[in-house]
């Protein structure tokens, strides 16, 4: 059992983090990472007690997480989007009681959230990005409630640690899924990051994953013993899918009181992360209207961080490489100047949507306000505390007034129609300086592939 147990738990951990690893602030990611981290903890439980109620209410754990996934993926234009999303945690956690009250097959009971984030993602098909996820999930889906179906019921189709490692096989494919649904949501590159990661994860489980079947196979009646193993697994393939935060983490211990030095050495690490991540230039062209203005929309919201924006498609836009061509040989081959490049150029595109005079809160202000003071000066009003030192009076008059008469979702709101308007202008210089562009604008249901 621990040779098939073993790498079940190893690998869906890995993936697990992975995700989780790609970017800590999306939910979508969260759950799908909760999911695979629930079922190796649920083949651990299998191992330490097959069949016991523990280990049946484990592997249906990710079910529930599954339905999550199902609805974050659903697009945000979607009227059902953000009520299914909120609701989804209480949907989850009161199927989670009655699969933890109910015996044996009753257990099956944690498949119906599921089912019904797939009927919604199904619904909207035509609508989601890559057009074939729903059908890829769905198919996954099924297999996995085959799997569940075989493990819980009465049905006999050979040893249950070989089901359970067929059912991992079928998460893996989802959370290799969603994987490719985010890469392409961001605009990003996917098989080198990945296929980096995996890497790091076939060695830590020879070298750390042999060992511990073995010690478990030489003591198969000592639990501790194999709860230590599986402690051990977790924590080293933690390492590798949480490669990027773990560096962070010790950079913050080992350099605390060198904020400079900590600093750089994140600017130059995400850099670092985020050349696997860039689409080729060749990719480019590809992107329709409505594409251009999303990925210009994120490129705001990433206005402060270097990583993100060297991983957006639009660091390639042909007014980068102009500003880039004006600094001299070789500057075009720096990520970090094509960074700060890129975020010239949107500071700029910006600094158009200010009316002329000074500084006011007028109706025809509140674009450029939203936009230059709470995304490219990186002003947090609504957060407690001290605003950065050296503000001048404008910012603080800007925050104040954020604080004060500006409700949070107006704000946001306000942001996107004013990144809407700058997509708008970039999108008129795009297509004015490069014809190529014009293929993309006209094929709005184009989509290039992940790779």
Known sequence: ?????????????????????????????????????????????????????????????PALCWAGVSVGLLPPEVPEHRQVNRGWPVLALVFLVLAAALPGVGKLVALAPLAGGMALLLRYRDQARPSSLPSALTAAAILYTLGLVVM???????????????????????????????????????LPDLRRSL???????LLCGGPA???????????????LQFVLLAAVLSAVGLAGQLRAGLDQLAFGSDDRLRQNRSVLLRAADALPRRRGRHQMPVLDAEEFRRLTRRALDDFGDVGRLLRNPLAELPAVDRRLAARGPGAADQPLVRAAELRAVLGEHVARLRPAGGF??????????????CGVMGLRPYQRGPQPE??????????????????????????????????????????????????????????????
């Open 390 to 451: 050296g503000l001048d009076r404008d910012a603080r008059r800007a925050v104040d007034w954020f604080r004060r008469y500006v409700p949070r979702r107006s704000m946001h709101r306000w942001q996107a129609e004013g990144a809407a308007m700058v997509a708008a202008q970039l999108w008129r210089d795009l297509i004015a300086t490069d014809p190529r562009w014009l293929t993309g604008a006209g094929a709005a249901t184009r989509r290039q592939p992940v790779r």
């Open 199 to 205: 890497l790091a994860a076939v060695l830590a489980v």
């Open 1 to 61: 059992m621990p040779a098939i147990a073993v790498p079940a738990f190893a690998l869906t951990w890995w993936l697990g983090c992975y995700l989780v690893g790609r970017d800590p602030t999306r939910a979508l990611l969260w759950r799908a990472g909760a999911a695979l981290v629930a079922y190796a903890i649920a083949v651990a439980a299998w191992s330490l007690a097959p069949g016991s109620g523990i280990a049946q209410l484990l592997i249906c754990v």
């Open 360 to 373: 006011d809160t007028t109706e025809e202000w509140r674009f450029f306000n939203a936009l230059y003071y």
């Open 213 to 227: 079947a073995l010690t478990m196979l030489a003591a198969p009646g000592l639990g501790a013993v194999r709860v």
């Open 152 to 190: 819980l019921g009465p049905i006999d189709l050979g040893p249950p640690i070989v089901v359970l490692a067929a059912i991992g096989i079928d998460l893996l494919l989802m959370g290799y899924l969603v994987a490719v649904a985010d890469a392409v949501d961001l605009g990003e590159r996917l």
